[in-house]
């Protein structure tokens, strides 16, 4: 039997066959069955849904739907597709790509939103819901490896635990950290580019007082440090005239010989309260 999708596209809870437009949601399980680590995961299987970055600058959207999208890095440059965490909207482009994890759902709204979800929303909106505290103890750890190309080795590791304190208060607390050596190889000096180290801490405190009101208290915070974006020069040489060098266009190597950096540290604090009216 195919388990109900629940979403908050409208503001309020409700089965996604019931919502009344162009909607492709995904819970809990499909986001791990699918083994999404960020949002560009997902452009595969969603019709006239493009969610890339920007070039090689990571963490930098370029995300277009129905044909509308901004691709700049340009922090004054609103985007035309809206990206809400928690129904917190993220103004810019620059750090909406990161690692997701520990989600209850991911909605991605075609065509505009603006009578519900406000300005540039104009090609649709993505909506993130983290979970919250369930009525068990609930421990999760996921732990993961990988390499590919010429880069180098790709490390994550996750964990939470969540559950109830009281009967009308709930507690989950999780982690996530991420250190990638790269994935570009520099022609310079035989490197590799494009690494970058995540730390993300989460809490969430849920409070019931009753079954008509919900009071959800979030803490998020992140720290990413890596490199910079890759240079588009493939030449490899001294410099000097009628000495060897590599002139080879593999898009995914580089040379240059100064590594830039991107640093991102970020604090979210939100308060949630749901009313049933």
Known sequence: MLEEVIVTAR????????????????????????????????????????????????????????????????????????VF???????VNNGI????????????????????????????????????????LDVTIRAAADTGGDGGVNKYLMGAIGGPVTDTLGLRLTAYWNDDDGWHENQFDGSDVQAVEQQML????AWQPSDRAELVLRYEYTDIEGDGPVSQSHINGSGIPGSPFNADRDSFDASYDLVGEQNIETDFFTAELNLDV
Do not use: C, W
């Open 202 to 205: 989460r809490g969430t405190l």
């Open 97 to 136: 790509i990161f690692d997701v994890f520990d989600l209850e759902s991911i909605e991605v709204l075609r065509g505009p939103q603006g009578i519900l979800f406000g300005r540039n929303v104009t090609g649709g909106a993505i909506l993130m819901n983290t979970r919250k505290p369930g009525d068990e």
């Open 85 to 91: 965490v928690n129904g917190i909207y993220l103004g």
């Open 11 to 82: 503001k309020r809870e409700e089965g996604s066959q019931d919502v009344p437009m162009s909607i492709s949601a995904f819970n809990a399980n499909q986001i791990e069955a699918l083994k999404v680590r960020d949002l560009t995961n997902l452009s595969v299987g969603m019709p006239n849904v493009a969610l890339d970055d920007v070039g090689t600058t990571r963490g930098t959207a370029n995300f277009s739907i129905r044909g509308l999208g901004i691709n700049s890095t340009i922090p004054s440059i609103d985007p035309t597709v809206g």
